[in-house]
Each structure stands twice: as structure tokens, then as C-alpha cells.
């Protein structure tokens, strides 16, 4: 989720907005994990907080938290901790990669789309090319054309054998 916005810093002089999205579910997921999934050092097994985030009708907006001031201090550092943890990987992994995003972000540029094998293939195949890449997708599109014609043959051989079975009762 972090790799789009450490990309834009690797390559450009600015970061702009279109990450927000990504950060926002990073950070849900750092703090469901921190939260409600036990998985922090400092907090352990306990779940902090209510499932019901939601205001209804009847609930107060003042209403607290079923935890203290010092655990939510320590809930936003580990969070922050993990976000920070993640984007310093992306970061990393992209920069002993830039050869390949550079690539990849070519090819999206004048092909608009590159399915998971493609982008397989660009992380595990030294020297890559656009031409190998676009191999790989003639190939899964001759291969599906001839899955649809298999079962269409197959449909209309079915009908046939009906409708004979039909006329001979």
C-alpha cells in the first residue's frame, strides 16, 4: 500500500495526494493489528477499543474509549511504528529495483495495464523486454480464445446429441 507514495519520492522532486487512499488503509490495517489482533510487543493479547465506531442515535459523541490516555499513547506509536517499518521496506525494495520500476512504469505508460504474470516475469527475468511482456499477454489471450471456442465446440456438440436423442424418441 506504501509503495506508490515511496516511488514518487525515489523518482520525483514532489509527492502529491494521490496516495491518501493507501495510507488511510495502511493505517487501518497497523491499527487492527495493534488493536484488535494482539500482534503488538508493548500491548499484547487484549483487544483495545469497540468494534462500534459508528455515532448512532441514543450514543453520545463525548463517549470514551475503554482504554486510558498512556495505552492510546502507546497504541498511536506503535502504529505509527509499523506504518514507518512498511514504508521504509517499500522504499528499500524499490531502490534495489528502480531499474525494474522504471520499466514497469514505462510500460504502464503506453500500455495502460500489465496483469500479475507480466509484472512476474518483469521482478524475475533479468533483461526483460516490452516484447517478452506482451508475449505473455497474446499468450493468455490466444489461450482463453481457445478455452471459449473448446467450450463453445463442446456446447454446440452437446444440443446436437440432444435434439439427435430428441428426434429418435
Given at each position: 500500500?506504501?509503495?506508490?507514495?515511496?516511488?514518487?519520492?525515489?523518482?520525483?522532486?514532489?509527492?502529491?495526494?494521490?496516495?491518501?487512499?493507501?495510507?488511510?488503509?495502511?493505517?487501518?490495517?497497523?491499527?487492527?493489528?495493534?488493536?484488535?489482533?494482539?500482534?503488538?510487543?508493548?500491548?499484547?493479547?487484549?483487544?483495545?477499543?469497540?468494534?462500534n465506531?459508528?455515532?448512532?442515535?441514543?450514543?453520545?459523541?463525548?463517549?470514551?474509549?475503554?482504554?486510558?490516555?498512556?495505552?492510546?499513547?502507546?497504541?498511536?506509536?506503535?502504529?505509527?511504528?509499523?506504518?514507518?517499518?512498511?514504508?521504509?521496506?517499500?522504499?528499500?525494495?524499490?531502490?534495489?529495483?528502480?531499474?525494474?520500476?522504471?520499466?514497469?512504469?514505462?510500460?504502464?505508460l503506453?500500455?495502460?495495464?500489465?496483469?500479475?504474470?507480466?509484472?512476474?516475469?518483469?521482478?524475475e527475468?533479468?533483461?526483460?523486454?516490452?516484447e517478452?511482456?506482451?508475449?505473455?499477454?497474446?499468450?493468455?489471450?490466444?489461450?482463453?480464445?481457445?478455452?471459449?471456442?473448446a467450450?463453445?465446440?463442446?456446447?454446440?456438440?452437446?444440443?446436437?446429441?440432444?435434439?439427435?436423442?430428441?428426434?429418435?424418441?
Amino acid at each position: 500500500l506504501l509503495g506508490g507514495r515511496a516511488a514518487e519520492e525515489l523518482t520525483q522532486d514532489d509527492i502529491c495526494t494521490g496516495a491518501s487512499n493507501d495510507i488511510e488503509r495502511a493505517t487501518d490495517i497497523a491499527r487492527s493489528i495493534v488493536t484488535r489482533f494482539g500482534m503488538s510487543e508493548k500491548l499484547g493479547l487484549v483487544k483495545y477499543g469497540s468494534d462500534n465506531n459508528e455515532v448512532f442515535l441514543g450514543r453520545d459523541f463525548s463517549s470514551g474509549s475503554d482504554y486510558s490516555q498512556n495505552i492510546a499513547a502507546v497504541i498511536d506509536d506503535e502504529i505509527h511504528a509499523l506504518i514507518a517499518e512498511a514504508y521504509d521496506r517499500a522504499k528499500l525494495l524499490l531502490s534495489q529495483n528502480i531499474d525494474k520500476l522504471h520499466f514497469v512504469a514505462e510500460y504502464l505508460l503506453s500500455h495502460e495495464d500489465m496483469d500479475g504474470d507480466q509484472f512476474k516475469a518483469v521482478m524475475e527475468t533479468a533483461g526483460v523486454t516490452v516484447e517478452m511482456i506482451e508475449e505473455i499477454a497474446a499468450e493468455k489471450e490466444r489461450a482463453s480464445r481457445e478455452a471459449n471456442e473448446a467450450r463453445a465446440k463442446a456446447e454446440a456438440e452437446r444440443k446436437e446429441r440432444e435434439q439427435a436423442e430428441a428426434t429418435a424418441a
